[in-house]
């Protein structure tokens, strides 16, 4: 399987992004076999939000094709994971993290990156980037892309290299 | 709400739902645009047009929207047919999208539509061969 594009946010769609199958590597995913992909770029309506100060913020984003679950961890001044990271970084993220948080509403178009993960086996996307857009074009565009990068790009990575 | 419990709202143009159509189903969650032609501040009832569609919009459940006659709005909600077979789209979101070109989004719809059914007819082709 091609492994040009797993350390690239390859831009998705929703259908597209929960069709991706797991590999032994829990960090990786296959696309139809031929593409393997560790990051994603959505971009969709938020749809549902529940907030757990401190901890987390889980999210759907629906772009119309499909509902993809994200999940924002707020969990950085408390979690053992970055005890041993210096800690003016560590708030730097946090409050990052927290700004994000803030910015995810009912209803705001959000363009999301982050890994692709899985949990309780389905799809779902770690946050690590979160844009508002204010262009009621954005969707439409995004989709355009996505479908110019699927056909050009990532059903074709695999028998020569994506230009 | 848990997120389970909600689906995406499939797109759709409002010519597209009359009563032949796999869309127009009672629970079905859709995403519709159109202008707004008519808003009742009583009833929260919003009935919005595109081209010479029209469909009413149940609005109570939105908070921070205001409706503007002339502006362009999109809902993500169910349908609900009601006895007399009119149906009614139950927002749960809604936003203002004055401004987005209508045309792009039509002809964007076909071509996902397009690419949709290519990617199922390849994944099962795929699935054969495997």
Same mark, same amino acid.
């Given at each position: 399987?091609?492994?040009?594009?797993?350390?690239?946010?390859?831009?998705?769609?929703?259908?597209?992004?929960?069709?991706?199958?797991?590999?032994?590597?829990?960090?990786?995913?296959?696309?139809?076999?031929?593409?393997?992909?560790?990051?994603?770029?959505?971009?969709?309506?938020?749809?549902?939000?529940?907030?757990?100060?401190?901890?987390?913020?889980?999210?759907?984003?629906?772009?119309?094709?499909?509902?993809?679950?994200?999940?924002?961890?707020?969990?950085?001044?408390?979690?053992?994971?970055?005890?041993?990271?210096?800690?003016?970084?560590?708030?730097?993220?946090?409050?990052?993290?927290?700004?994000?948080?803030?910015?995810?509403?009912?209803?705001?178009?959000?363009?999301?990156?982050?890994?692709?993960?899985?949990?309780?086996?389905?799809?779902?996307?770690?946050?690590?980037?979160?844009?508002?857009?204010?262009?009621?074009?954005?969707?439409?565009?995004?989709?355009?892309?996505?479908?110019?990068?699927?056909?050009?790009?990532?059903?074709?990575?695999?028998?020569?290299?994506?230009? | 709400?848990?997120?389970?419990?909600?689906?995406?709202?499939?797109?759709?143009?409002?010519?597209?739902?009359?009563?032949?159509?796999?869309?127009?189903?009672?629970?079905?969650?859709?995403?519709?645009?159109?202008?707004?032609?008519?808003?009742?501040?009583?009833?929260?009832?919003?009935?919005?047009?595109? /081209?010479?569609?029209?469909?009413?919009?149940?609005?109570?459940?939105?908070?921070?929207?205001?409706?503007?006659?002339?502006?362009?709005?999109?809902?993500? /909600?169910?349908?609900?047919?009601?006895?007399?077979?009119?149906?009614?789209? &139950?927002?749960?979101?809604?936003?203002?999208?004055? /401004?987005?070109?209508?045309?792009?989004?039509? &002809?964007?719809?076909?071509?996902?539509?397009?690419?949709?059914?290519?990617?199922?007819?390849?994944?099962?082709?795929?699935?054969?061969?495997?």
């Amino acid at each position: 399987m091609n492994k040009s594009l797993q350390t690239t946010h390859v831009k998705l769609l929703a259908f597209d992004l929960l069709s991706l199958n797991p590999t032994s590597d829990p960090t990786t995913f296959s696309r139809s076999a031929t593409l393997l992909l560790s990051r994603a770029e959505i971009l969709g309506t938020v749809t549902f939000r529940d907030y757990k100060p401190n901890k987390f913020l889980k999210f759907t984003v629906d772009d119309g094709t499909g509902l993809v679950p994200c999940v924002l961890w707020l969990n950085h001044l408390t979690s053992p994971y970055f005890s041993r990271r210096d800690p003016a970084s560590v708030r730097v993220v946090a409050n990052v993290a927290t700004d994000f948080a803030s910015q995810i509403k009912i209803g705001a178009v959000a363009r999301v990156r982050g890994r692709i993960a899985s949990y309780r086996g389905d799809v779902q996307i770690t946050v690590s980037d979160v844009v508002i857009e204010k262009d009621p074009n954005a969707e439409v565009l995004h989709c355009l892309d996505c479908l110019r990068l699927a056909r050009k790009c990532y059903d074709v990575v695999a028998v020569r290299n994506c230009k | 709400m848990a997120s389970s419990a909600i689906k995406s709202g499939a797109l759709v143009t409002l010519a597209e739902l009359h009563s032949s159509s796999p869309f127009f189903k009672d629970g079905t969650s859709l995403r519709v645009t159109g202008k707004l032609q008519d808003y009742s501040v009583e009833t929260a009832i919003a009935t919005v047009a595109d /081209g010479s569609a029209i469909l009413k919009v149940d609005t109570q459940h939105l908070r921070d929207l205001s409706f503007r006659v002339g502006s362009m709005y999109q809902f993500i /909600g169910e349908l609900c047919i009601h006895p007399d077979n009119e149906p009614i789209l &139950q927002a749960r979101v809604g936003r203002n999208v004055d /401004g987005l070109d209508l045309n792009l989004y039509h &002809q964007s719809l076909q071509l996902l539509r397009q690419f949709q059914t290519d990617h199922m007819n390849n994944q099962s082709n795929n699935l054969k061969q495997s």
